[in-house]
């Protein structure tokens, strides 16, 4: 029962592009959306959030997206750089146990030069 | 650098040892989190911990499977009895205590290899 869902194992995109990578959810009491970023051997690390009383926030070159009723979100990475290239996991948490992320399986972003 | 630290970053056990995975939240955080990564897999929630308290264990295999995190020191994700399922790269997360929606941030990840 896989609650947060990257549909897309890969992803690749042209430097200076955009990127967009997605991510569906099931459970309706989910209320904060991250995003996180992982090299190889390394953990992952945080990128940003959005509120479910929000749909969009911004910083820099990430922006998430955020449709309730759909039950999806997206981060668009304006313009990819070469070092964006890594696996980007969506997570959620909410409905009482607000500490508790639920990951995607992650999506490989490969920026080409 | 404040971050998250996790020790050894590699741990390669024989089955039928035990495991200990080391973590030292960031400083300011007492809230810490633990996760497990199989391969090809996204992160699965394990154990939710205050200093000296279990918050949620409900991820956490029932048996060989426990976690601390004392008063003074690092929190300790011990593994007893390790069998080969049981490898997977196990990473700590923490958080500052006080905010509805936590950011949690994590350290590098201990990579256990059970032979």
């Known amino acids: 029962d896989q609650q947060v869902k990257q549909n897309s194992p890969s992803l690749s995109v042209q430097e200076g592009r955009i990127s967009i990578l997605n991510c569906d959810y099931t459970?309706?009491?989910?209320?904060?959306f991250l995003w996180y970023k992982k090299y190889p051997a390394e953990g992952p690390t945080f990128l940003i959030s959005?509120?479910?009383?929000?749909d969009k926030n911004e910083d820099g070159r990430f922006t998430v997206f955020l449709n309730k009723s759909a039950k999806h979100l997206s981060l668009h990475i304006v313009p990819s750089q070469p070092g964006d290239s890594a696996v980007y996991f969506c997570a959620a948490s909410g409905g009482g146990s607000n500490y508790k992320l639920t990951f995607g399986k992650g999506t490989l972003l490969t920026v080409n030069p | 650098n404040a971050g998250v630290m996790q020790n050894p970053r590699h741990l390669v056990r024989r089955r039928g040892q035990e495991a200990r995975l080391r973590c030292s939240p960031m400083?300011?955080?007492?809230?810490v989190y633990w996760y497990r990564q199989l391969p090809e897999e996204g992160l699965k929630f394990m154990v939710y911990?205050?200093?000296?308290?279990?918050?949620?264990e409900s991820g956490m295999p029932k048996e060989r499977f426990s976690a601390e995190f004392p008063k003074e020191g690092p929190s300790i994700l011990r593994i007893q009895q390790v069998v080969r399922g049981d490898s997977a790269a196990y990473f700590c997360?923490?958080?500052?205590?006080?905010?509805?929606?936590?950011?949690?941030?994590f350290g590098p990840g201990t990579r256990l290899l059970v032979l």
């Open positions: 959005i509120s479910s009383i929000k």
């Open positions: 997360a923490s958080s500052i205590p006080g905010t509805y929606q936590e950011t949690q941030y």
């Open positions: 459970n309706s009491m989910f209320d904060y």
């Open positions: 400083k300011g955080h007492s809230h």
């Open positions: 911990l205050q200093k000296e308290n279990i918050i949620d």
